[in-house]
Each structure stands twice: as C-alpha cells, then as structure tokens.
C-alpha cells in the first residue's frame, strides 16, 4: 500500500476494471479544458486513500497507458471536492460581478467582493455550473435588494447631436430615468452627459443613429 494525503481521487473505468487517480485539486476540470496534464505518476490505483496498486495482470487486461504513450479515451469523473472547487470558484465570479457593476444607492460606492459573498449566502443563493457568472449576478441582485440597498451602477454616456434634436433628446432621457450632469452647446451640435440604466442604452444608441440624420455622436465615459 502506497498512503496518500492531500489529493483528489478520480474515478475512470475501462475495459470493464475500475480504477482511480489521485491528483491535485483543478487537476481534473484543467485536464477537460485542455489546460495541463492530468496523471503526473505513471502509478494507478485500484483504492483511495491509503492507495492499493493493482495487480500486473489487471493491468495487461485493461492498460491504461498503453506503448506508444497516447492520450487515454476514458473520461475520469469529476471529483466532490473538484467540484466543491468549480462552484466555489463560480460563486466567487458571481460575487465579483456583482461588486463591479452594483453600487450601494445611498453612498454611490460600490459594496465589497467579501461583503456580496457574504450577502449571498445569506439569501441562500446558488450557482449553476452550466450557466456564465454573469447571468446569474443578473439573478441574484433582486434577492439582494430584499436584503439591503443596492442597484445597477448608470452607464455615464456623452452625446451630441443637431441643435434641431436638443429636445427630443432630453425627453428621451428623462423618460428613461437618466440623470443630467452637463450640457453645452458646441457650434450646431447639443452635446449632454448623463447617468443611464444599463438596459436603456440600446434605445439611447439607437436615437443617436436614427434621429440625428448621421450627425450625433455617442460615447461610453465610464460602465
């Protein structure tokens, strides 16, 4: 027997004989993802921990590394505490997400990558490994707002266009909610720069296109 602490044990089956590998934590996803390698002893095993090696016969039956070396078709299974590591991993690009694009309303400050993990264990959220961090930080901010303050940080936008579209386009941020922090007049062109919802940028990019014949401007200050 061969003990071995500290390590993942993977399962793989092949040619009817089971066998398991002890590895390193992410060893196993990496190996799926292409990243590294995944056997780092030539040394299979037949038991976990403490580590029974097989019998040279179970071997010939069912070799796992076979001359020449190639990669080898059986797919091992994912660990419990690979995928503890996966979701952990997951949860935290969750919480980062959340604490780049969210502010506290009352501060205007963001709130910390520690205090969101925190946050969401609170409401009891969980993470889908099949779906991007993403959309479920989108998910997970309504239960946060049950909790505490907190919203979406306003896209700052700067526009200009016609003198002849000024109105128009003051109606259409303040239809959407948007917060007027300047505007000027620079020759024959109206320029504003506001705070916006996220979701209304399409159809304020979209004004600027359409309504000012070619002759407006739209830029991104800060997300």
């Known amino acids: 027997q061969k003990r071995l602490t500290n390590i993942a044990v993977v399962r793989m089956k092949k040619h009817g004989k089971r066998f398991e590998i002890a590895c390193y934590k992410n060893k196993v996803v990496n190996w799926r993802n292409g990243v590294g390698t995944l056997v780092l002893t030539h040394t299979a095993a037949c038991g976990g ?19 020449p070396p190639r990669p080898c078709p ?37 709130y910390t990558l520690s205090m969101l993990e925190r946050a969401l ?35 700052r936008l700067k526009l200009a266009v016609p003198l002849s579209s000024k109105d ?15 505007q000027d007049l620079i020759g024959s062109q109206f320029c504003l720069v506001c705070l916006v919802e996220p979701g209304t940028f399409r159809s ?15 830029e991104v200050l800060a997300l």
């Open 49 to 67: 921990v403490p580590a029974r090696l097989p019998a040279p016969q179970q071997l010939h039956s069912a070799p796992l590394a076979p001359a």
């Open 74 to 110: 059986a797919l091992p299974q994912v660990s419990d505490k690979e995928r503890r590591v996966e979701l952990d991993t997951l949860f935290r690009d969750v919480a980062s997400v959340l604490s780049e694009k969210c502010i506290n309303p009352e501060s205007n400050r963001p």
């Open 121 to 155: 264990r609170d409401v009891h959220f969980s993470v889908d490994p099949k779906r991007p961090a993403k959309a479920q930080a989108l998910e997970a901010l309504p239960l946060l707002k049950s909790r505490f303050p907190i919203e979406r940080a306003r896209m």
């Open 168 to 182: 128009e386009l003051l109606e259409l941020v303040r239809q959407q909610g948007g917060v007027v922090e300047e």
């Open 204 to 218: 304020v990019h979209s004004f600027i296109q359409t309504s000012s014949g070619g002759m407006g401007r739209f």
